[in-house]
């Protein structure tokens, strides 16, 4: 027998051996027997639409559940038993408090009340006089329930009418039966009557029926008509329904504290009256002309929850307030009110801001995969109400520092950083065009930023930057979200460049142009589908669509050629360029806090006319803690480029014209706020054009063999949406080697990355 052999056969001795000692079977009493699971046996006499979910449904219902297993082991149950012992120990108490189980036995199976849920769920369903029986199947220490379902052709609709009368919320019921989820031929169902109810609801209350409540609504099913199982349905108020709730409102009053707190009960405040509006605040705190257009509620206008519902949504999103609460008081007493009468809600809106100003600080300590590591702070100052009229001021400086203190690569080398930032925010848009009226779900904001930058690279180079934007932020509806920055001006200045890092420009034209076009002047649009934070979607999609021009209108408004022959603005050379990018997330969530999460990420850059090359900030670049996770930031690519080993300052070099990323990920529950990952990952960088000092670099039809491949495993503390990440990856497949010997199987130059957050 060889050693692998061997290997196999202790293995398979080893785990024999295990599952010998965790048999629960010499725990089990005499005479009992444990319960090893339910199954349903479902037949149907006819064809019937959607019988596996019935079937499903029913499943929902077999109960108890069993003890679990893992691997064919009642591990749990194997602990709750060694606890019982009459000196059980530490640890026997310590796994039976973590994965402990009761045993649970066929005797606990009320089978009798089991078919009497499935008798009643049927029914529910449309299914009536259907033969459930059920088997028991016996083994020596366990025993299963098979339930056999016969279930009975079912009920089908052939009508549904409103039983009408003369009052007016009869026209109005009978007005919303147009958009019904009932039609003909629709099996007879609970749970659609119960969608119907809800949904006749929503429809009454947009038409001012502020007092209306589902519950008053019955059906009932006739199937005196026919013989052949088929019902007409008949809907109708119950009997006794109030008065006030047959009904509609119209909002009377309005009135808004944009000021409210608690010590403000009980003082006088100064009224302003605006569009309808009374506006109640000493001293002045908001400005009623900025505020009213946040409100959709009109004087006079029948109360409709979809006017509150989105008059809250646009109040809390100018960032101002902490609490919204709109409220509604009845002014007609209940005595007064009669079938044929309107009547009249006066709407109160409280509105609790936050502290006006703020002041936040964030220290970290940063460490790369690129093995640079180092301390960072940033101090932002808030003001949330600079001009009465919901602002937002934010200052804000930051600085940090970091060195190379592991590895061969880049050995030496540190960089210090020191930013100083300002931004304000309005909440309206600022444009020489009326928009009032126009935005319904939210109102965009008008966002302007200035921003200065100084970089400075050991041994190689330093650099000042300055930007500036105006722009407009807007969300669409809860899902989709709008950025454009039609002005954008950025200007880098690279100084006291060393002459090493000088005669890596020199060898390489294409990294020398990146460097050289410092002014940047364009315009920029971001598209977001999100749907992420909504608790309906199960199976959510993330979408982002970027698009980002520069140097067109510039292009029209340069004269001048530079000593290179380019165009010049105001003296400066500018980039010209248009760049586009796609980011798609699909999260498949499994159950159990279980997610399956893809992603694919496809970008492009194409300089033109007074550019050669994308400036070094917009090139593309590929590897680290939120990329291909198997290889270090900026070491993949472009295309199959192998650098020199003996080049410190390579990563300059490895960025590109074009990304195309790949990810897949399972994320999985450990214990408590730890989470665990498995993941595979996939991408590289390239260059649209030829660069004789980036040999391979160029994308081809051969890009998928110049994909870096690489697989992994996680550790997460996820502490509130506060999340520390441990992610160990090592590469399968390596461009940048011969072909032959690109793929390797093994954990090989494992590559450890710490980040903060999920990677997508």
Not at 15 to 27: A, D, E, I, N
Not at 49 to 61: F, I, P, S, T
Not at 457 to 469: A, F, G, K
Not at 634 to 659: C, E, K, M, W
Request: aromatic letters at 12%; a positive charge.
């Amino acid at each position: 027998m060889d050693k692998r052999n061997k290997i196999i056969g202790v293995g398979i001795l080893f785990l024999g051996l295990v599952l010998h000692s965790c048999s629960v079977k010499k725990y089990i009493p005499e005479g009992a027997q444990l319960y090893a699971g339910g199954t349903l046996e479902l037949t149907s006499e006819a064809p019937v639409k959607d019988l596996k979910v019935v079937a499903g449904e029913l499943d929902a219902l077999l109960r108890p559940v069993p003890n679990s297993k893992i691997l064919g082991i009642y591990a749990g149950l194997y602990a709750h038993f060694k606890a019982q012992q009459e000196k059980p120990g530490f640890i026997n108490k310590f796994l039976n408090k973590k994965i402990g189980e009761k045993p649970v036995y066929v005797s606990d199976v009320n089978v009798e009340k089991t078919k009497a849920l499935i008798q009643n769920r049927l029914e529910n369903r449309g299914f009536f006089y259907n033969d459930i029986s059920s088997k028991e199947i016996s083994n020596k220490n366990s025993a299963s329930i098979v339930y056999q379902v016969a279930v009975s052709q079912p009920y089908t609709m052939e009508t549904y009418q409103l039983d009408t009368d003369s009052l007016p919320i009869y026209k109005a019921i009978q007005k919303s039966l147009g958009a019904s989820v009932l039609k003909k031929g629709n099996r007879y169902d609970l749970a659609s009557f119960k969608q119907e109810r809800e949904r006749i609801d929503t429809d009454l209350k947009s038409q001012g029926y502020y007092n209306f409540n589902g519950d008053f609504l019955i059906f009932e099913a006739d199937t005196n008509r026919y013989k052949d199982r088929r019902f007409d349905l008949f809907l109708r108020l119950k009997k006794e329904v109030p008065q006030k709730s047959q009904i509609p409102y119209v909002i009377e009053d309005i009135t808004v504290y944009p000021n409210y707190g608690i010590d403000e009960k009980g003082q006088a405040l100064d009224s302003v009256r605006l569009n309808g509006i009374d506006f109640l605040q000493q001293p002045l705190f908001f400005k009623p002309k900025r505020l009213s257009p946040y409100i959709l509620l009109e004087k006079g206008a029948r109360y409709t929850p979809i006017a509150s519902k989105l008059s809250s949504n646009r109040l809390s999103s100018i960032g101002t307030y902490k609490f919204v609460n709109i409220r509604y008081n009845e002014l007609v007493a209940d005595s007064l009110i009669s079938a044929d009468s309107i009547g009249a809600l006066d709407a109160r809106i409280y509105l609790s801001p936050l502290n006006k100003r703020s002041i936040r600080t964030e220290l970290q300590a940063v460490s790369k995969s690129n093995n640079f590591a180092g301390p960072s702070l940033a101090v932002t100052y808030s003001n949330r109400n600079l001009f009465q009229g919901g602002e937002t001021l934010n200052l804000s400086a930051d600085g940090g520092y970091e060195t190379q203190v592991g590895g061969k690569a880049n050995a030496g080398l540190s960089s210090t950083k020191i930013g100083l930032k300002s931004s304000i925010v309005f909440p309206r848009l600022l444009a020489p065009i009326r928009t009032e009226g126009r935005f319904k779900y939210g109102v965009p904001k008008t966002k302007i930023e200035v921003g200065a930058e100084f970089f400075k690279r050991s041994q190689l180079y330093n650099v000042h930057s300055y930007n500036t934007s105006f722009g407009y932020l807007y969300n669409a509806n809860k899902y989709v979200f709008h950025e454009l920055v039609p002005l954008g001006f950025n200007y880098v200045k690279l100084s006291k460049s060393s002459a090493e890092f000088d005669a890596i420009l020199n060898e390489n034209p294409y990294l020398k142009s990146s460097f050289r076009q410092q002014f940047i002047a364009g315009l920029s649009y971001s598209f977001t589908y999100n749907e992420l934070l909504s608790q309906k979607r199960k199976h959510p999609v993330f979408f982002n669509f970027n698009l980002d021009i520069a140097g067109n209108t510039l292009s029209l408004l340069s004269k001048k050629k530079s000593d290179t022959g380019k165009n010049t603005f105001l003296g400066l050379e500018y980039a010209q360029y248009a760049k586009v990018d796609v980011d798609f997330r699909h999260y498949w969530k499994l159950g159990n806090s279980q997610t399956l999460v893809s992603r694919v990420f496809g970008g492009i850059g194409l300089p033109y006319g007074n550019s050669t090359a994308l400036p070094f900030s917009k090139q593309y670049y590929s590897g680290g803690p939120y990329s291909v996770r198997a290889f270090r930031i900026r070491s993949l690519g472009p295309g199959s480029y192998l650098p020199s080993t003996d080049n410190q300052t390579n990563y300059f070099d490895q960025a590109g014209d074009i990304r195309l990323e790949a990810n897949i990920e399972y994320r999985f529950p450990i214990y408590s706020f730890f989470k665990g990952a498995l993941f595979a990952d996939a991408g590289n960088v390239w260059l649209i054009k030829e660069n004789e000092s980036l040999p391979g670099g160029k994308f081809t039809s051969d890009f998928i063999n110049e994909l870096g491949v690489g697989l992994g495993a996680g550790l997460r503390v996820d502490i509130q949406s506060f999340v520390i990440r441990l992610d160990l990856a090592a590469p399968l497949n390596k461009p940048y080697l011969p072909k032959k010997e690109r793929w390797e199987i093994g954990i090989k130059e494992p590559i450890l990355n710490f980040a903060i957050g999920y990677p997508f």
